[in-house]
């Protein structure tokens, strides 16, 4: 059975990007450009991982992981963030509030799938 991936990205290039990347590597794949939006997909869904987009319309990455963490059925569910926020501090924030790992914006394809795939191995 594929391993189901929640994608919450704003930016429609970066979503379709995502989408495309992991279903060419045999993930099933849930699109979600709305932070309002992300945990209702997530409860219905049941996703294997969640990529995150830190920086959304509405509410922040940051307080929808959190959110995911606080939900009992979402709060194991491995959260990779993805972000152009890359400052200093900046990482500690978001894995503070609850991403396992966190990459850059621009993200490279390589680094991308290996990151995706060392969290969904890992549940």
Do not use: W
């Not at 991936?5 to 970066?14: A, G, R």
């Amino acid at each position: 059975m594929a391993k189901r991936v929640l994608v919450v990205e704003d930016n429609d290039l970066n979503r379709k990007l995502f989408c495309d990347v992991l279903k060419a590597s045999g993930f099933e794949v849930e699109p979600v450009s709305d932070g309002e939006q992300a945990l209702d997909a997530a409860r219905s869904f049941s996703p294997n991982m969640i990529i995150m987009d830190i920086q959304l319309p509405h509410i922040s990455g940051l307080d929808l992981i959190t959110q995911i963490r606080n939900e009992p059925t979402l709060a194991s569910t491995p959260v990779l963030a993805v972000t152009a926020y890359a400052g200093k501090g900046d990482e500690e924030r978001i894995r503070e509030a609850g991403a396992d790992n966190y990459l850059a914006k621009p993200v490279s394809i390589g680094p991308f799938m290996a990151a995706v795939r060392a969290l969904v191995d890992g549940d």
